[in-house]
């Protein structure tokens, strides 16, 4: 399941990279998340950073590590994070260009297993929460960086 948002942000295109790749303060920068615990830090580059990260989901403390796997400096990067026989795939995505910056998040749910499969198939009822939850992070993201 893949589910995806984008907003639009009179920023420029540094500002908001940066905000989006300040993985170490997104528990002072996005209200879903609660805590944040940098776990490895790569030499260079995004590639390699792996975090736990606590958000609140429904009504309970959840927590997940987090890793990037992939990056292409100012344009996106991709986590990755298993539990339970899912695996979650997040890619964070820039383009546009200064003071109009497009910012997308897509989140994929993979299964792993029969055992997943059969707990996924009420996912899709939650869509539309995922989607929510993408685009609040996304207008935390906005509110830090736009221009007045």
């Known amino acids: 399941m893949t589910v995806s948002a984008s907003i639009t942000i009179n920023a420029t295109e540094a500002a908001v990279w940066a905000a989006t790749t300040d993985i170490a303060r997104f528990a002072e920068l996005l209200t879903g998340v609660e805590k944040i615990e940098?776990?490895?830090k790569p030499a260079t580059g995004l590639v390699g950073l792996k975090?736990?990260?606590?958000?609140?989901?429904?009504?309970k403390p959840a927590t997940v590590e987090k890793w990037i796997t992939e990056a292409k400096e100012h344009y996106h990067y991709t986590t990755r994070a298993g539990q339970d026989g899912f695996v979650f795939i997040t890619t964070n995505r820039v383009s546009g260009s200064d003071g109009n910056v497009v910012l997308t998040g897509i989140h994929e749910t993979v299964t792993q297993g029969f055992a997943a499969k059969v707990k996924a198939l009420p996912m899709v009822f939650f869509k539309g929460v995922i989607r929510k939850a993408i685009m609040k992070d996304l207008e935390d993201i906005k509110k830090a960086v736009e221009l007045p």
């Open 38 to 40: 940098v776990v490895e």
């Open 51 to 59: 975090w736990k990260e606590t958000r609140i989901l429904f009504g």
